[in-house]
């Protein structure tokens, strides 16, 4: 038997934990910024999301499995459930600066075990089954496997000291993500902007996931700097930490480095090329960047005194609440014309 929406529920969006994502970060940046009444309106949020969105895709999986098949098989889809590990993760981290660690530990194994499954099944499903060229299934999407495997090394990093007896090991295992998630980052990295450069670009191919170039370098800032938070934990981490603050501050460069590009293509985008602004769930992976920068930069100046960096995240912060604002109202408009929206044929979410 078909559920209610069963079409919305068919067509879903493959990467909308990345609205976990995005609630969950500006959670944490209020937080951050000492706005515990809207930080925690905004945790119950992500919380929320995390199992509506949850209770939609188990359903998806159970009564549309050729759906799902169809996606993670997909190399311009398959990369998009890496939100899912993500979302788990930063609603985890959020939980763990609540004080509940038993819960932010379990949703942290769940993390690290559902990035190592899906690391190895899309990596393998885009070899095996892809035969589109490059430009044509290449994205910023892709890059959320990086932002999963960091997400992993955050959670890890804030749990490790409630857990003295396993905290080395699970610093370690922490480590390990951080640096395939880099490798990964590099990678693909490399590959996007093949894309950029030696293929022609047109307005619709520039997604709002190309956000996550930057997102993944924040994200790779924010464990990084997590990781040097927590040197008297781990003897090894003490070892390695010039490498760790060398490579954190200049991923932290690099990150900011692509905020004026990628505000450049969004200029091009709509107002050049003068595409119309429409609802899609990917514009979620504007607001998590913008988020997850503000938070970076806020962990990254106070773990590395560097003081003078400390009005950047106060200003990023209302950046990404009006990010954030503004998709949240696009998307409540597009839900009031989801029946049009499902005669049309699109993804109604």
Known sequence: MKPPFGSTIENLFSGYFAAVMATGIVSIALLLAREKLFSLWFMDLSLLLYVIISLLYFTRAIVYPGAVRRDLTDA???????TFVAGTDVVGTRLAFA????????????????????????????????????????SGGWLIATVGAESVTVLAAVV??????VSETILFAAYMFWAVGILLYLIFIAI????????????????????????????????????????????????????????????????????????????????????????????????????????????????????????IPIFSLWVALAAWTIVAVAFLWQWRRRDAASVSGGNSL
């Open 160 to 165: 490790a000291p409630q857990w003295p007896a």
């Open 76 to 82: 311009r889809t398959a990369f998009n459930y890496f």
């Open 99 to 138: 004080s509940q660690y038993v819960w932010a530990t379990v949703l942290g194994i769940v993390g690290a075990a559902s990035w190592l499954i899906l690391i190895y099944f899309v990596v393998m499903a885009v070899t095996v089954y892809n035969t589109r060229p490059e430009e044509q299934v290449v």
């Open 192 to 311: 996007i902007l093949h894309r950029f450069f030696y293929y022609s670009i047109k307005a619709s191919d520039l997604q709002p996931s190309y956000w996550i170039n930057m997102g993944a370098v924040a994200i790779t800032t924010l464990a990084g700097s997590r990781l040097s938070a927590n040197i008297s934990l781990a003897p090894f981490l003490a070892t390695v930490d010039p490498f760790v603050e060398g490579v954190t501050i200049m991923l932290w460069a690099w990150g900011t480095w692509w905020i004026p590009f990628l505000l450049l293509i969004g200029v091009w985008k709509y107002f050049i090329q003068r595409e119309r602004f429409t609802y899609h769930p990917s514009l979620w992976s504007i607001v998590f960047p913008l988020g997850m920068y503000t938070t970076a930069t806020n962990v990254f100046e106070t773990v590395y005194r560097l003081p003078f960096l400390a009005a």
